[in-house]
């Protein structure tokens, strides 16, 4: 019985461990004034196989990037592809 019990958390553990989970990157963004800024930033985003979703936010002047499980962008490429569009980062959060 306790080898049961013991196997099924395990298995619980196994399934509910955040290296599964997708995550997310907050970017301040400095620059960002118009709404030409922020569809040049979704459409940039968008167009990445590690991006599941895109939120920016103009009045707070943020984008927040959804990736795909297992997938990630390392710092130097947001930062490069937010400068590629006029921008500039102000700083990266990751959750």
Do not use: W, Y
Not at 27 to 47: A, E, I, P, S, Y
Request: aromatic residues 6%.
């Amino acid at each position: 019985m306790k080898r049961l019990l013991f196997t099924t958390a395990l298995i619980a553990t196994l399934f509910t461990t955040p290296a599964f989970a997708a995550h997310k990157a907050d970017v301040t963004v400095n620059g960002m004034v118009c709404d030409f800024c922020v569809q040049g930033l979704k459409k940039t985003f968008g167009k990445r196989e590690e991006v599941s979703g895109i939120d920016v936010s103009l009045a707070e002047k943020r984008l927040t990037l959804d990736f795909k499980p297992g997938k990630d962008m390392d710092d130097t490429t947001i930062t490069k592809l937010v400068t590629d569009n006029g921008l500039n980062v102000g700083g990266i959060k990751r959750e």
